[in-house]
């Protein structure tokens, strides 16, 4: 099995930056395509970002489409989330899960957390207003 440990999390004002980390462990995290999700109190988890085992494909969710990137460092086993323009609709608990694949690089990962075999402890986001 592959481990997941999230960081980077914090408190940060409205409008400003983070960039959170999923550092892998037991496991080459390039087998995996690795999504974001988030989940605020009293709402269901919300998809965020995936990304391809290679980076190839990305996608995002609506609500954070030109403010959150998705990347990967496959040498460093880690999946970053860059979390610009932030708004306190953002606060949340943030988890990265993989699933494995393999085959070509080009297609959508999944949005349904069904999909998601493992998944980190998660680390929490708070935007103030």
Not at 95 to 106: H, Q
Request: with cysteine; charged share 15%.
């Amino acid at each position: 099995q592959v481990q997941l440990v999230e960081s980077g999390g914090g408190l940060v004002q409205a409008g400003g930056s983070l960039r959170l980390s999923c550092a892998a462990s037991g496991r080459t995290l390039s087998d995996y395509y690795v999504g974001w999700f988030r989940q605020a109190p009293g709402k269901e988890r919300e998809f965020v970002a995936v990304i391809s085992r290679g980076g190839g494909s990305t996608h995002s969710a609506d609500s954070v489409k030109g403010r959150f990137t998705i990347s990967r460092d496959n040498a460093q086993n880690t999946v970053y989330l860059q979390m610009n323009s932030l708004k306190p609709e953002d606060t949340a608990v943030y988890y990265c899960a993989a699933y494995l694949a393999d085959g070509a690089d080009n297609k959508y990962g999944s949005s349904w957390w069904g999909s998601y075999d493992y998944w980190g402890q998660g680390t929490q986001v708070t935007v103030s207003s």
